[in-house]
C-alpha cells in the first residue's frame, strides 16, 4: 500500500457532471489498497461555481477529498483566472509545507503550472515520487486565443515556455493523454524513468449502461450531427451552423446539429444559428448518462476544433468512439488525424472550409452502410485503447511497480 496525493485542480468530484480521469484514477487505486488523497479547488472549473464543502463530505468514497480555496472567475481566459489559480497554488503551497505525514508519491495533473511547479518542488526536496499527468500543453494552448502573428506570440510566452520546461523537468515518471503530449514533456525531460500515453477514454462498460438511461424520442427521419464540448476559442462550430444553415435552406430539413455543452461563445453563436435559420439544438451542460443517451442516437460525431488549437486527443474522442459514430474531424493535431484515417473512424476537413465539411456530410448522409462500417470501427478502436477499466491498468501497474522503475 502506498499514500499517493493526488493534485488535480479541475477535477469533477462524485455527484457533478462528467467521470473526470482523476477521479476515476483516485477510485481505481483506492480499490487497489492505496491510501488516496485528491486534493482539488473549492471552484468547480466547468460550473464556474464554489463546491459546498459539507455536501462533498457527505458522500460516501473511499478515499480523502480536500478542497483547496480559490477566488473564481467568470471567463475561461482573462485576468481573474490568472489570479485564482495562482491563490490555488499559493495554498497549495500552504497545505504541503503543514502535511504531517508526506505520502509515498504525488500524481499531479497538469495544467495547471503553478500547481504542478509546487508540488513538483515539494516532491524533488523531499525525496518523493513525481508523477505528471499531461492534459493540455501550456502556455502552447493559448496561442489559439491571441490574434497576433504567431512569432510575436512565441517571443510574448517565451518565459511561460521556459517555466513549462522546468515544471516536465520535475516528473520522474511522465504520462500524457496523448502521445503528442508524451513528446511535448519529452522534450523537456529525457531522464523520466517511464513515458506513457493513456488516451482519456471512458469506462466502456458504464458508457453502455448509460445508453438508456433516458428515455430520448428522435424522430424516425432526423439526422443528428452531436458535438460535445466547450463553446469557446479553440472550437469551430461556426462553421457547422453555416452549412447546417445551408443545407436546411437546400432541402435537408431534418438535418440538426445538437450541442451539448456551453461556453463563452454560446450567445454569440445562438445569434448565429438564429440569423442564419439553422437547425441548432444548443442543449447545454447536462448529465452524462443524459449525454450518452442523445450521443448513441446520434448519426454523426463533430469534433469541431480550429486551425489554430493545441488539442490533440480530448476528452469527447473517447465517447464518440464509444458510441460507434464517425467522426468528422477538424483538428489539425497529426496523431489523431492519422488515427481517422489508418482506422478508417470518418473524415478529416480543413477547419473554416464548409464546402469540405458540406461533402462529408453528404456522404454520410447519403450513405447508411458507409456510416454503420465507419462507426463499427470506432467501436473496436474504443474497446482496443480507450476503455478506461483496461487502458488506465498502465497507470496503476506504473505506481505499483514504482520503486523497480526508479532503480
Not at 64 to 89: A, M
Not at 141 to 165: G, H, M, Q, R, V
Not at 273 to 285: P, R
Not at 352 to 365: A, S, T
Amino acid at each position: 500500500m502506498k499514500d499517493i496525493l493526488i493534485i488535480a485542480p479541475f477535477t469533477t468530484l462524485p455527484g457533478e457532471e462528467g467521470f473526470n480521469r482523476f477521479r476515476y484514477i483516485a477510485e481505481g487505486l483506492t480499490g487497489r489498497g492505496h491510501k488516496i488523497t485528491l486534493i482539488t479547488s473549492n471552484f468547480s472549473h466547468i460550473n464556474k461555481k464554489f463546491r459546498n464543502n459539507n455536501r462533498i463530505l457527505g458522500i460516501d468514497i473511499n478515499y480523502k477529498i480536500i478542497l483547496l480555496k480559490e477566488t473564481g472567475y467568470k471567463e475561461n481566459i482573462g485576468l481573474d483566472r490568472v489570479k485564482s489559480h495562482i491563490n490555488f497554488s499559493q495554498n497549495l503551497k500552504k497545505y504541503l509545507k503543514y502535511l504531517k505525514n508526506k505520502p509515498d508519491i504525488i500524481y499531479c495533473a497538469y495544467p495547471t503550472m503553478g500547481a504542478a511547479f509546487v508540488a513538483g518542488r515539494y516532491a524533488k526536496l523531499n525525496n518523493i515520487y513525481f508523477i505528471l499527468d499531461v492534459q493540455d500543453i501550456w502556455p502552447e494552448s493559448i496561442k489559439c486565443a491571441i490574434n497576433l502573428p504567431e512569432k510575436l506570440i512565441d517571443f510574448l510566452i517565451y518565459p511561460f515556455t521556459l517555466f513549462a520546461n522546468r515544471i516536465y523537468s520535475m516528473a520522474d515518471y511522465t504520462i500524457g493523454v496523448s502521445k503528442t503530449y508524451v513528446d511535448r514533456a519529452k522534450k523537456a525531460n529525457k531522464n523520466s524513468k517511464k513515458y506513457l500515453t493513456v488516451y482519456i477514454g471512458t469506462d466502456l462498460e458504464y458508457f453502455d449502461k448509460c445508453k438508456n438511461a433516458f428515455d430520448i424520442e428522435k424522430p424516425k427521419k432526423e439526422f443528428w450531427i452531436t458535438y460535445i464540448g466547450t463553446l469557446g476559442y479553440s472550437y469551430d462550430l461556426k462553421t457547422y451552423i453555416k452549412v447546417i444553415g445551408k443545407l436546411n435552406k437546400a432541402g435537408f430539413n431534418n438535418i440538426k446539429l445538437m450541442v451539448i455543452g456551453k461556453g463563452p461563445f454560446e450567445q454569440t453563436l445562438k445569434k448565429y444559428a438564429k440569423d442564419l435559420k439553422a437547425k441548432i439544438v444548443f442543449m447545454g451542460y447536462i448529465m452524462y448518462d443524459e449525454m450518452v443517451s442523445y450521443l448513441v442516437k446520434s448519426d454523426i460525431a463533430a469534433n469541431a476544433i480550429n486551425k489554430k488549437a493545441k488539442q490533440s486527443i480530448t476528452n469527447k474522442i473517447g465517447d464518440y468512439l464509444a458510441a460507434g459514430l464517425p467522426i468528422l474531424n477538424s483538428s489539425r493535431n497529426n496523431e489523431f488525424m492519422e488515427m481517422v484515417v489508418d482506422y478508417e473512424l470518418g473524415f478529416n476537413y480543413m477547419p473554416g472550409n464548409c464546402e469540405e465539411l458540406e461533402k462529408y456530410i453528404k456522404v454520410l448522409y447519403n450513405d447508411r452502410n458507409k456510416r454503420l462500417q465507419l462507426g463499427e470501427n470506432a467501436r473496436k478502436l474504443a474497446e482496443r485503447y480507450f476503455n478506461r477499466r483496461n487502458s488506465y491498468k498502465k497507470i496503476y501497474e506504473l505506481i505499483d511497480k514504482q520503486d523497480e522503475y526508479r532503480q
